[in-house]
T-cell receptor
Framework: ELKVEQNPLFLSMQEGKNYTIYCNYS?????LYWYRQDPGKSLESLFV?????AVKQEGRLMASLDTKARLSTLHITAAVHDLSATYFC?????????FGTGTRLQVFP | NAGVMQNPRHLVRRRGQEARLRCSPV?????VYWYRQLPEEGLKFMVY????????ESGMPKERFSAEFPKEGPSILRIQQVVRGDSAAYFC?????????FGPGTRLTVL
């Protein structure tokens, strides 16, 4: 059974600081997604990573994928309060997405 | 492009009643997925459908739950004889293939 684990589960960070969220998965897949979810809201697609070594950046967020290590990272640069949300990685297993446990990020002044 | 639409957005049912959740995919998308999110948890895959076909229902509970995606009209997730443990947010997603676009969800509360 595919397992997708994220760490940390909770992250409280100060504005302006950098941090990385990790997503490990237990089986072969070359397609991984990152989503953001605000409380009580739906999921917003952030990144689609389609191959080994893929790196994508949008604003203060950068995602990467290492399919050999079965690892994806979401790096936050110079955090701001607006980034406070829960972030999920999801591994594509052909017909279904298997979601990670989520990382709840809180950015404080 | 209206995106994925779900209704109702909030649904309250008493134990033993039926819940019907509707999902209209993005126009032109022929793949629909249903996910359930329990409070403070990630999303769990339930079922994957194409028009008139269930492709993968490995995440669906064996009893009381059913899903359809008819040739015309929205996809329906049906929960019979609801219990308190069914309280959750149910999200629908659609895709042509690849990136799933998620709907706003239906929050089901069972009293």
């Amino acid at each position: 059974e595919l397992k997708v684990e994220q760490n940390p589960l909770f992250l409280s960070m100060q504005e302006g600081k950098n941090y990385t969220i990790y997503c490990n998965y237990s089986t072969t897949s070359d397609r991984l997604y990152w989503y953001r979810q605000d409380p009580g809201k739906s999921l917003e697609s952030l990144f689609v990573l389609l191959s080994n070594g893929a790196v994508k950046q949008e604003g203060r967020l950068m995602a990467s994928l290492d399919t050999k290590a079965r690892l994806s990272t979401l790096h936050i640069t110079a955090a701001v309060h607006d980034l406070s949300a829960t972030y999920f990685c999801a591994v594509d297993l052909s017909d279904k997405l298997i979601f990670g446990t989520g990382t709840r990020l809180q950015v404080f002044p | 492009n209206a995106g994925v639409m779900q209704n109702p957005r909030h649904l309250v049912r008493r134990r033993g009643q039926e819940a019907r959740l509707r999902c209209s995919p993005v126009k032109g998308h022929s793949h629909v997925y249903w996910y359930r999110q329990l409070p403070e948890e990630g999303l769990k895959f339930m079922v994957y459908l194409q028009k008139e076909n269930i492709i993968d229902e490995s995440g669906m509970p064996k009893e009381r739950f059913s899903a359809e995606f008819p040739k015309e009209g929205p996809s329906i997730l049906r929960i019979q004889q609801v219990v308190r443990g069914d309280s959750a947010a149910y999200f629908c997603a659609s895709s042509p293939l690849g990136v799933r676009i998620f709907g706003p969800g239906t929050r089901l509360t069972v009293l």
